[in-house]
Structure formats: structure tokens, C-alpha cells
């Protein structure tokens, strides 16, 4: 059974930092590219970051580049999000995800889902 289980929400000011994980069981977490989506109530489940199944490729969404930085470690089945200087429209629930085929900002190319984690940043 596969599972994608994030953690390290919270509310924070803006300005503030925080880090995202999400541990993956159930699957051969090396062989699969990751991803970090994000929503807010009413919209659509947008792109965040993204980072290929092992090397430092990664691809980002342009208001988070430069200020969050992904990455993974295989051999703990763990992928992190790093935030810093957080700003209030930041705040959402951030999902990761996970595919087999290379990286892609589409959601719906992501077989899957964590069942996400509340980000708050208040000004």
C-alpha cells in the first residue's frame, strides 16, 4: 500500500521559515520523481516544486524561486521542502506527490497523493 505522509505545517509570521517533509512507504521511493502542489479553499491545486528521482534536478513554480528549496534523501524515503521569508499568500495546504515517469508541473501526471499539511503565514 502505498502512502505519502507530510509533516512540519504550521503558523508562522511572514518573514518566517518552515520545512515540509513527506515520507513515502509502499513503493521504491528512488525510482519515482517528487513533487510539492499546494490549495487554498476554491482553487485549484497548483504547482510548487518538483525534483527528479535522484541528482540535483528540480523545477519551481516563479513566486517560490529563490525563497524555497527541494530536496530529497532516497535512502530515507524523504522528500523536504524548505520555506523561507514566507509571505501571507504562502499559506495553503502543500500535498507532495509522486510519479514514475520524469518531473512535471501537471497535477493530473501524479499518480500519488499525501494527504496534506496546513501552511498559515500571517502578516
Known amino acids: 500500500q502505498v502512502q505519502l505522509v507530510e509533516s512540519g505545517g504550521g503558523l508562522v509570521q511572514a518573514g518566517e521559515s518552515l520545512r515540509l517533509s513527506c515520507v513515502a512507504s509502499?513503493?521504491?521511493?528512488?525510482?519515482?520523481?517528487m513533487a510539492w502542489f499546494r490549495q487554498v479553499p476554491g482553487s485549484e491545486r497548483e504547482f510548487v516544486a518538483a525534483i527528479i528521482r535522484s541528482g540535483p534536478g528540480t523545477l519551481y513554480e516563479d513566486s517560490v524561486k529563490g525563497r524555497f528549496t527541494i530536496s530529497r534523501d532516497n535512502a530515507k524515503n524523504t522528500m523536504f521542502l524548505e520555506m523561507s521569508t514566507l509571505r501571507p499568500e504562502d499559506t495553503a495546504v502543500y500535498y507532495c506527490?509522486?510519479?514514475?515517469?520524469?518531473?512535471?508541473?501537471?497535477?493530473?501526471?501524479?499518480?500519488?497523493w499525501g494527504q496534506g499539511t496546513q501552511v498559515t503565514v500571517t502578516s
Open positions: 509502499g513503493l521504491t521511493f528512488s525510482s519515482l520523481s
Open positions: 506527490a509522486a510519479r514514475s515517469g520524469v518531473v512535471v508541473r501537471n497535477r493530473h501526471e501524479y499518480n500519488y
